[in-house]
């Protein structure tokens, strides 16, 4: 269109919503334009030239332009997507989780690229590293919590400051860890490894993440503790992950 202003961006999409005969308005993370809702005309239709960049997770160079509030989709070229993931289903119902996770903390219109690239990561972590989508869970979890402005405080008992708590517990409301016998007995219960995984995603490096390893009790009581301490910041239920969960 003569004299349409264009924006050129690389994002992901978070979710699709089919509308008309063959539309669908895309949610999508991009680097420099944040959160979007995009038309994407035609995309439904087999022959559509952008149908593959507007699948569910997958991270394209898209073309957009605006017109009044909405913004359309123009064109499209597939970056990754995440092949891994859709060969997998529960792998791909919880890279769907991640994304709407993210959806849900990301601002509109607001440029967050440090959120999309966690979810990146965390996607390929899931579609190409393999990892066990059961550690990938609460690790993106709680580093998105962080990244977020709910980065719990973890390096002691916030009653007595010991640094290594005895019988630790997650505050989930306060966001705090404690002793059990310093008034933790509402919180969901750690050990001395969930502790240390925990440390290790809230305050270690971004690039070792996933870097970690924990037997199946201390990954039990991480997730738990993970999830509680999620649901008490957001406040809000997530039906992807429900549908995850029924998969496990």
């Known amino acids: 269109m003569a004299g349409t202003p264009y924006i050129v961006d690389r994002g992901l999409v978070l979710r699709e919503t089919e509308t008309k005969e063959s539309d669908k308005i895309l949610t ?41 509030d909405w913004h359309y989709a123009s064109d499209a070229s597939t970056l990754k997507l995440f092949t891994g993931l859709r060969e997998n289903l529960t792998a791909l119902s919880l890279g769907c989780y991640l994304a709407e996770l993210t959806e849900a903390v990301a601002p509109e219109s607001v440029p967050a690229p440090e959120l999309l690239r966690h979810l990146l990561n965390g996607l390929y972590a899931l579609s190409t590293l393999h990892k066990p989508p059961s550690l990938v869970r609460p690790a993106f979890e709680l580093r998105l919590l962080c990244l977020a402005g709910y980065e719990p405080l973890a390096d002691g008992c916030a009653a007595c400051g010991r640094e290594e708590p005895e019988n630790p517990v997650l505050d989930p409301v306060q966001g705090v860890i404690r002793c059990r016998e310093c008034g933790g007995g509402g919180g969901r219960p750690l050990c001395p490894d969930s502790l240390a995984a925990l440390r290790h995603i809230v305050y270690g490096d971004p690039k070792r993440l996933y870097s970690f390893r924990l037997g199946k009790e201390s990954l039990r009581r991480l997730t738990a503790a993970s999830e509680a301490f999620l649901h008490a910041q957001l406040e809000r239920g997530f039906s992807t992950l429900e549908f995850y969960k029924d998969l496990i």
Request: a positive charge; proline letters at 2%.
């Open 28 to 68: 999508l993370l991009t680097w420099n334009q944040g959160k979007l809702s995009v038309i994407a005309r035609g995309a439904r239709r087999k022959n559509c030239k952008f149908a593959a960049a507007a699948q569910p997770l997958a991270y394209s160079e898209w073309t957009l332009y605006q017109r009044r």
